[in-house]
Structures are given as C-alpha cells and as structure tokens.
Nanobody
C-alpha cells in the first residue's frame, strides 16, 4: 500500500486547511484510516481516525476543530482542519489506524507526509 498525503501549507492562526491522502489499492477493505502528525522532536501521534463504516474518533486537542472523512470510491481520506493553532504545526501523515484496539499495525510505508505550519 502506498500513501500520498497533500494539502499542507502555511496558514495564520485561526485559519483552515484541507488535507488529502490517496491510498493505492482498495481502501474500502481497510478497517480504519487515520491521520497522524509529528512535530519536531516529538513522536508521531494519531489525531483522527475513521472506520470503513464512517465512525470517527479524535484526540482531545483537535476535537471540534478537525473533521476526518473518506471517499472509498476515490480511495481518499480527508482531514478538514479549522481554527488552526500554532501547536498544530507538524508533518501530517495518513495510514491505517487501530480503531478498535485489535493490535493492528500501520502499513510500513508512511510516505513523505505534508507539512502544516501555523504561524502569523
């Protein structure tokens, strides 16, 4: 599976961005997809996830500001990010997510991710 994230950029605090991730192969067979982020000097963490049936989950720091969605026909996952804050600055990646705590591992290839910088 190859993952290609795009849509990042430089935005002022309070602004919005929409990230996209194209998944090679058939995404509908993947139990859940997620968006992760990694800030400099920090571990990569999961911020949002969505199941094949559309159930979603968010980490507390982005809940009510970020919205994850997926289009199985286009093999694409989206992350709408609103009310962005400087602490959202990171490289964002997509990959599979262990939504139900089954011990599933992400795909080994993460792709290059997309840089999001929130700054005035």
């Amino acid at each position: 599976v190859q993952l290609q994230a795009s849509g990042g950029g430089l935005v002022q605090p309070g602004g919005s961005l929409r990230l996209s991730c194209v998944v090679s192969g058939t995404m509908s067979s993947i139990i859940a997809m997620g968006w992760y982020r990694q800030a400099p000097g920090r571990l990569r963490t999961l911020v949002a996830a969505i199941t094949s049936g559309g159930r979603t989950n968010y980490t507390d720091s982005v809940r009510d500001r970020f919205t994850i969605s997926r289009d199985n026909a286009k093999n694409t996952v989206y992350l709408q990010m609103d009310s962005l804050k400087p602490e959202d600055t990171a490289v964002y990646y997509c990959n599979s997510a262990d939504f139900y705590g089954l011990g599933l591992k992400p795909f080994p290839s993460w792709g290059q991710g997309t840089q999001v910088t929130v700054s005035s």
